[in-house]
């Protein structure tokens, strides 16, 4: 009864599966991936210095037991109160300062099954507010067959375009916005083709070199039919430690708010950014 529920609430909300998700939860489903950021989710507009590496492994790890419905009201995914879906992935991050102000990087899980790339580009605007340009293309390379018009929407080729923006109001808080959408090059069985994202994060020094961190994902996927549609409201908490010189432990815990035809999860990730001049 269990599993025939959640096949029923699978195929008629057309949402990722569970290969997908584990790997994309911590990155935020398919946004742009292989560019550096100084808080949990929210790219900023630094770049990392030229002829320098960033390499990281990360974890992420999601459970959930409700999902928003097509009229955004909260249900239970399993008949009984003893059930729980989880999610967990693990997964690469390399990020290279290709110039000054430019960087290009890659992301992709352990098993090597899909790459996303990226692309990031610092605005010569000088001050409290900077801006930024980010370009990418995610894609399936192996380990699963793979029918481009029948895939989920997560799986199918993508190219990523956005902007970034971060504002430093003082040594100790800054925050950093960015705005991506991304277009998949097929339409999927299901008619959907194109989403939106937009993360913003503030952060605050509280106690030297440790970052605080709260802010928000909207995550907004788009269908031929209207009533198809999903979307996502994510309350994102969590901590950098930078006490150490070449590396940052970040651990962030997301909580989904509201939603339509989207699961609803609560869930854990850690990070850990090492810097190779």
């Known amino acids: 009864m269990l599993i025939l529920n959640i096949f029923k609430f699978i195929k008629m909300k057309k949402l990722v599966t569970l290969f997908t998700f584990s790997f994309l939860f911590l990155n935020v489903y398919s946004q742009v991936g292989g560019l550096s ?8 507009t630094a770049t990392v210095p030229e002829n320098t590496i960033e390499f990281e492994p990360f974890f992420g790890y999601a459970l959930t037991s409700h999902y928003f419905d097509q009229n955004g009201i909260r249900q239970n995914l399993f008949s009984t109160s003893d059930s729980t879906l989880k999610f967990s992935g693990f997964g690469f991050r390399f990020t290279y300062g290709l110039s000054k102000n430019l960087e290009i990087g890659v992301s992709l899980p352990v098993d090597v ?12 605007l000088e001050g409290k507010f ?5 370009a990418g293309y995610n894609t399936l390379i192996g380990n699963q067959v793979y029918t481009r018009r029948s895939a989920v929407h997560e799986i199918t080729p993508a190219f990523v375009g956005g902007l970034i923006f971060t504002y430093k109001f003082s040594d100790r808080m800054c925050m950093d916005l960015d705005i991506q959408y991304q277009k998949h090059t097929h339409i999927t069985s299901s008619g959907h ?14 106690f ?9 994902s909207f995550n907004n996927k788009f269908y ?6 999903s979307y996502v409201f994510t309350l994102n908490t969590g901590v950098a430690i930078e006490r ?16 339509k035809n989207e699961y609803q999860t609560t869930g854990f990730g850690l990070a850990l950014t090492i810097i190779l001049d």
């Open 193 to 206: 083709d194109h989403c939106l994202f937009i993360d913003s994060e503030i952060g605050y020094y509280l």
């Open 224 to 229: 031929n039919q209207a009533s198809n549609n």
């Open 208 to 216: 030297k070199n440790i970052n605080f961190i709260t802010g928000f």
């Open 244 to 259: 150490a010189e070449n590396f940052i432990l970040v651990l962030n815990a997301p909580f989904d708010l509201i939603g």
């Open 113 to 124: 099954s899909e790459v996303r790339f990226g692309a990031k580009y610092k605005l010569p």
């Open 130 to 134: 900077t801006m930024g340009l980010l």
């Open 37 to 44: 950021a100084s808080k949990v989710g929210a790219l900023c």
